[in-house]
């Protein structure tokens, strides 16, 4: 394969991560605002981890998977270059949450007489295509609620995986030692922008095992760090063109000229995710028939996510002399932080004739996976 035909099979890749991104984040961008009804931060972070927190714990677990088919190391100089992309699943238990069970503040009645036909759960993002729990806001306190105050939580997304996509290189530096550098340009669709950046490194063990050296096998142990961005521009108008103060469209009245309805859509309103994965694993592989390798050991999986939004959103409060709503329009409004671990079981088999190979792998653990990688390089003999 010339150096064109592998240069645009790398953006077919890269171009079709952007693609999975971007149905990810579709729904999110219609959602997110849903948990932003209540002037309580604590509330807005209980409901975004319940609904983003599957999330983060599937995507951190999809990019501690596929850093090395074979326990064999690299001579120095030696080297391979390859694309990968791979799904990573959510279980059953990740699909719901109930809000009720969150210990919301009092803005959230989910209780009211007048909300019919109410769901026992909401989705998260991992759930289907269907509306959450309906509530009603208790921040009108005259007790005068209009049936505008009613409203439902986000919906799920309909997609139960999380896809990982990259190009990863790996080169032997000295004896018994290999390092590895995976990456993806800043590449997205619109306003969605995701980039990926690891690095890695493997040493073979089984040189400092006496009696091990000459056995047809090899074993290795491995360490890999793996950091994802992903931003998508919202944009989030108040609830109701009704308010006494701090309305960045201006005069609700019809008559006034002035009004300007597009107001919120120009701030520049973000939503930010960083996730940090870290991995350490031991790796056997053995040879089987030439040029297919059986591989797979046990790995421990950490990952830490953070959340946070950029720019100015709106949210509706109440003066309680009067009961008349105003905007708080909140800079930056809340970060939230999202941690996991897991015990990982990872096997596959990898064929390499000449100078290409490929390989499939998969993931057991709470989060299972499943990945396929193809690539090219100068081969131990």
């Not at 940090?276 to 390798?293: E, M």
């Not at 996510?305 to 105003?326: C, D, R, V, W, Y």
């Amino acid at each position: 394969m010339n150096t064109k035909n592998y240069l645009a099979l790398i953006k077919l890749f890269i171009f079709a991560f952007a693609f999975f991104l971007a149905q990810l984040s579709s729904a999110q961008n219609v959602s997110v605002p849903n948990f932003l009804y209540s002037d309580n931060i604590e509330d807005t972070r209980k409901l975004m981890d319940a609904y983003f927190g599957p999330g983060y714990k599937a995507i951190g677990a999809g990019f501690n998977t596929a850093w090395f088919n074979t326990a064999e190391v690299h001579k120095p100089g030696r080297f391979d270059i390859k694309i990968s992309t791979g799904l990573t699943f959510a279980n059953k238990k990740d699909k719901t949450y109930d809000a009720r069970a969150l210990g919301l503040s009092d803005n959230f009645n989910f209780d009211d007489q007048r909300i019919v036909n109410q769901l026992p759960f909401s989705p998260t993002v991992f759930g289907d295509n269907i509306e959450g729990q309906r509530f009603f806001s208790q921040r009108n306190l005259d007790g005068n609620l209009p049936i505008s105050d009613e409203h439902q939580l986000a919906q799920g997304n309909g997609i139960s995986y999380a896809p990982t996509a990259l190009v990863q290189v790996n080169v032997g530096v000295f004896k018994g030692t290999e390092v590895a550098v995976r990456f993806v340009p800043k590449v997205g669709k619109d306003e969605t922008k995701a980039n990926v950046l690891g690095f890695g490194i493997k040493h073979d063990i089984k040189q400092w095992i006496r009696n091990w050296s000459l056995a047809n096998f090899d074993l290795a142990v491995g360490f890999g760090f793996t950091s994802f961005g992903l931003d998508f521009g919202v944009w989030m108008d108040p609830e109701t063109r009704f308010f006494t103060d701090g309305d960045l469209r201006g005069d609700s009245d019809s008559d006034n000229l002035d009004y300007n309805e597009n107001a919120y859509r120009d701030l520049n309103q973000n939503l930010n995710f960083r996730t940090n994965a870290y991995n350490f694993t031991i790796l056997y592989s053995k040879k089987i028939v030439k040029g297919l390798t059986v591989f797979g050991g046990p790995r421990y999986d950490m990952s830490k996510t953070k959340f946070k939004t950029e720019g100015l959103f709106p949210i509706a409060t109440i003066e309680n002399q009067n009961s008349n709503f105003i905007i708080d329009n909140r800079d930056n409004l809340i970060t939230t932080e999202t941690t996991y671990n897991q015990i990982a079981l990872n096997g596959g088999l990898r064929w390499q004739t000449g100078a290409y190979n490929m390989a499939l792998q998969g993931t057991l653990a709470k989060y299972p996976s499943i990945n396929f990688s193809f690539g090219f390089g100068w081969f131990n003999k």
